[in-house]
């Protein structure tokens, strides 16, 4: 994003972009006092959906009347920023890259278990019964750590998108579906027979998801993962241990649909000093310059259907954002998801579901209370 201001700034004297970085962990807390205090940024970052825009979209202003035909046609991801998840509702920032959820794995250890090196599988039971005659030929079947419960939240987007139709998120998000439905317990089921098949390793629950779970697949330590199409968690971090050519990818079985999206959004909050200044930083932010800059420096992949990836991108890349244009496209579940209910009932819930120390029914009525109590 540096080069970005950079350019911006020489294009129009007068104005300097200070950009503060803020830690995740506190981003929301810090999010929320700005909010209180109507103090802070002219532009805030945030993530998709329930995650980031729209659960902060009373204290944002609408973008209708500033995005340009040209923006509305090219860009892609309205939805993550839009009210109700539609393409219709009122835009509350202006999505920036895009992202999704991946299975990736590694094609050398599938062929030393006799598997196919093109594993597309079209069932959970295909990628089950891929993981049982990997664990019988003495290959680890899954890896990935799951210390944080980040995979709860992945292994559940995946889940409920192929588990169920569209109707239940959707339900789930205006609030007239209960989060201690049979439909959401559907969705925690292809993690939860995995795990008590014993295809993930024992010292999942004490391995970081970032700092080691990515790393031993990137070592060959495992044969499948969870993953992300880009920036952390992805093709970018695998070809470079294991070869381009060694690595595959999968996605969500069971449905056609691919789940995504936008990797950042832009808004401007209710208080800003400087919102005309803002909306132009936008704008140039998400033109098709600045896209075509963040794919080719920053390893983003695109959400504007003007701009491609290079010729010689890596294979994966290439497939990901042909999919993205192929493929129907729907929200990924966890981007639609609220984050009380994510952090903690999800997170931490889950995975006290998979150790045998809590019923699944328990912590669904975890998630129902968290809800509950964060309800207007």
């Not at 920023?81 to 999704?100: K, Q």
Request: proline residues 7%; negative net charge; contains cysteine.
């Amino acid at each position: 994003m540096n080069q970005l201001d950079a350019e911006f700034e020489k294009e129009n004297p007068g104005v300097t972009i200070a950009r503060e970085a803020q830690p995740i962990e506190t981003y929301e807390a810090l999010v929320r006092s700005a909010f209180a205090s109507h103090e802070g940024p002219d532009i805030m970052q945030m993530e998709s959906g329930a995650l980031g825009v729209l659960s902060f979209n009373k204290g944002l202003e609408p973008l209708d009347e500033k995005i340009t035909p040209e923006m509305s046609e090219q860009l892609t991801e309205w939805n993550t920023a839009s009210e109700n998840y539609e393409e219709s509702g009122t835009r509350f920032g202006v999505p920036i890259g895009l992202i999704g959820y991946v299975f990736y794995y590694n094609k050398q250890l599938f062929k030393k278990a006799g598997l196919p090196t093109d594993f597309q599988p079209k069932t959970w039971a295909e990628v089950k019964q891929a993981a049982e005659k990997l664990k019988a030929a003495g290959i680890e079947p899954f890896t990935g750590g799951n210390e944080e419960g980040y995979q709860n939240l992945w292994w559940y987007s995946a889940g409920l998108h192929s588990e169920n139709d569209p109707q239940v998120l959707e339900e789930l998000q205006n609030g007239t579906l209960d989060w201690t439905s049979p439909a959401v317990a559907k969705a925690f089921q292809p993690q939860i027979e995995l795990e008590e098949a014993g295809l993930y390793p024992s010292n999942r629950f004490s391995t970081g998801a970032f700092s080691e779970g990515f790393p031993s697949f990137a070592e060959g330590k495992g044969a499948m993962t969870i993953g992300f199409w880009n920036t952390a968690g992805c093709w970018c971090e695998f070809n470079p241990k294991l070869g381009e050519k060694n690595v595959g990818m999968f996605f969500t079985p069971e449905v056609e649909s691919v789940e995504t999206s936008a990797t950042l959004v832009l808004t401007i909050p209710t208080f800003a000093k400087n919102k005309e200044a803002a909306w132009a930083v936008i704008e140039f932010d998400s033109s098709k310059k600045a896209i075509q800059t963040l794919v080719d420096v920053a390893g983003f992949m695109p959400n504007r259907k003007d701009v491609d990836v290079p010729a010689d991108a890596p294979v994966q890349e290439q497939e990901l954002v042909a999919a993205s244009r192929e493929r129907e496209n729907v929200v990924a579940p966890a981007y639609a998801t609220p984050s009380p209910v994510v952090f903690g009932p999800i997170t931490t819930g889950i995975s006290e579901v998979l150790q045998g120390r809590i019923s699944l029914e328990e912590a669904q009525q975890g998630m129902q209370e968290a809800v509950e109590k964060t309800a207007p």
